[in-house]
């Protein structure tokens, strides 16, 4: 059964997460100038459709989300809210309706290069459009440039995908150090050794958690320091930012270990374990936006995307790691990581109460 | 004198099924064994007395303490030897026992100078630094059995004591236990399914059946309450129906017990029998091949109570 449940989920997973083109990406524009031109151009990025699947399935790329300046849009894409900004500049249209050539920029949230690359090929066509409609109304030359401008460091999308490899890391350091650890205690008789002795019930289960902890920590900063050795990660994060990555990284170990115990507390045998934590993991880490922005997927994925652990501890390191990101940009995630962990501590609790 | 443990109706019933039921038993300061075949329910009781199991009904006192209003007491008080390893190999001797006194609160001076103490004790002080992973089965145990004692015990629980070991590594734990209980005053409780484990360590047995205890004495009582007479063992080529009837009414004779071709036969007195049951089975058309005469021991007296060999 392992050996067809875990590629399949694979296929499904990774199938629909790549073959997705990106969609409702979302993108702040800021318009300095308010013309008939500028009008024009963002009503083709609104109607501009993508499609896939032989053009049977066609979407609207983004969601265009208006801004007030562009300090604000900035603002925005520094905080992951919006992928790309584009700026429309004061006399965008008055160059437009002189036969003058023009521009439009575009600040690229670079750190999801696959995103990028959509909307800077999207965004191309959008402006070749509108200069082809101009030029059959007057013959000229006249076109728009579309100037790019990344507005992080070059990020290679090895370094996308770090991030997620370092929670996978936690995931791994769960199912084997923790919950398979914990069944072998248990069959081995050692857990009925601590009930024998006159540790407290919570003691046991604090305990049994930190050492989990522990393991996941140790690899998943041996990862990190491996992923540094090889340039997979090329931090932009200052001190504040590494003190809070790494709390990303503890709390993510304490919430995925207390899941994984409470699964393998409860778990009927060892086997069953096994075959159901490796599915588990896999759905997980594919649904995480680990390897594939979160935009890119269908529906349904996105849906398991939103209650997915990893793909909060996902962005919140990839926004601390590369955007340079401080706490406020991260609370949202990390609201949802520390409400996980609770729920998880519990449900671990519970299994232990009920098993022992 | 202090009962180390005493028991009140003690009864765990799991669904419809009475694993334990209603035992009253008393145990002093002694090497006590609870003797059963698989199921019987002589874990489950110790299960309860270790307080790991709560009890349907009835309750128990362990060590002075009520195992339903005092677990915590209990388990300050008493240690607890399972049946399977459950050193840590990657830790060293050392640290094994150390560990676990940490786990029963004994301060770090004291700590450190009975986990020396005893690992010295079991002939263990040059290999105190090494990882448990590379300990022989015997060592294993020796080891296991004083990191129960780092926090000086009044009653140590032991399950199957000596399962899987060779019989050198079985006489050495054996000479442990029976130390233990000399020189420190500690009660054992052992389950077992070991008739010569519990012959020759116990000073009194209770046999389990059926979550009841069904004998209760020390070894010699208990072979003196199947009626004190010898066994005498036959192998026949043939028996007859005739035969066997003949045996069972002979008045010399107690029990007879057929199994394939030899009969076991309880009798009064074994010297005098031997021939008479020669006779008889030729008289009634039987053969004999073999016939061996031999003292009752507790195998015997357990098939009396249970109706059951151990093995079974």
Known sequence: MAAIIGPFLSLVLLGYAFGGAITY?????????????????????????????????????????????????????????????????????????????????????????????????????????????????SPTTTGINVILADFYRNVFYIEFMAPGSLVQSIMFASIIGGGISILEDKERGIIEGYLVSPLKQYEIIVGVLFAGVTKAMFSATTLFVLSLMIGAIRPSAGIVGYVLMFFTLFLTSLGVISMMTAYAVGATSRNAYTFTAFPINITLYFTSGAVYPTNGFPTWMQEIAKVNPEAYAVDALRLLIYKGAGLTPVLGDFAFLTVFTVIMIALATLAFKRAL | MDLAVQTFALTKRFGDFTAVDHIDLEIKSEVFGLLGPNGAGKTTLARMLTTILQPTEGTATVAGADIRDEPGKVRERIGVVAQAMTLDVELSAWENLDIYGKYYGVPTKLRHERVEELLRWVGLSDRARDLVGGFSGGMKRRLEIVRSLVHQPQILFLDEPTTGLDPQARAAVWEHLVAIHKDQGITLVITTHYMDEAEGLCDRLAIVDHGKIVALGSP?????????????????????????????????????????????????????AVPRIVE?????????????????TLDDVFLHFTGRSLGD
């Open chain 2, 220 to 272: 010699g009582e208990l072979k003196r309450k199947v009626s004190g007479g010898d066994i005498v063992e036959a192998e026949l080529s043939i028996i007859p129906e005739t035969a066997l009837r003949a045996l069972e009414k002979a008045d010399f004779v107690l029990e007879v017990k057929k199994k394939d071709n030899a009969l076991t036969i309880l009798v009064k007195n074994g010297a005098e």
């Open chain 2, 280 to 296: 008889l089975v030729d008289a009634n058309g039987g053969k004999i091949k073999a016939i061996t005469l031999r003292e009752l």
């Open chain 1, 25 to 137: 990406a979302p993108v702040a524009v800021v318009r300095e100038s308010n013309g008939q031109f500028s009008s024009e151009f963002v009503g083709i990025l609104r109607t501009q459709l993508s499609c896939q699947y032989g053009g049977v399935n066609c979407q609207n790329s983004y969601t265009l989300i208006d801004a007030s300046d562009l300090a604000s849009a900035q603002v925005m894409l520094r905080k992951g809210l919006v992928k790309a900004i584009i700026f429309i500049p004061l006399g965008f249209d008055q160059a437009l309706a002189t036969h003058t050539n023009t521009q439009v920029n575009v600040y690229l949230d670079n750190t999801d290069p696959i995103s990028a690359a959509a909307i800077t090929g999207e965004l191309t066509q959008a402006a070749q459009q509108l200069s082809t409609r101009i030029q059959i109304n």
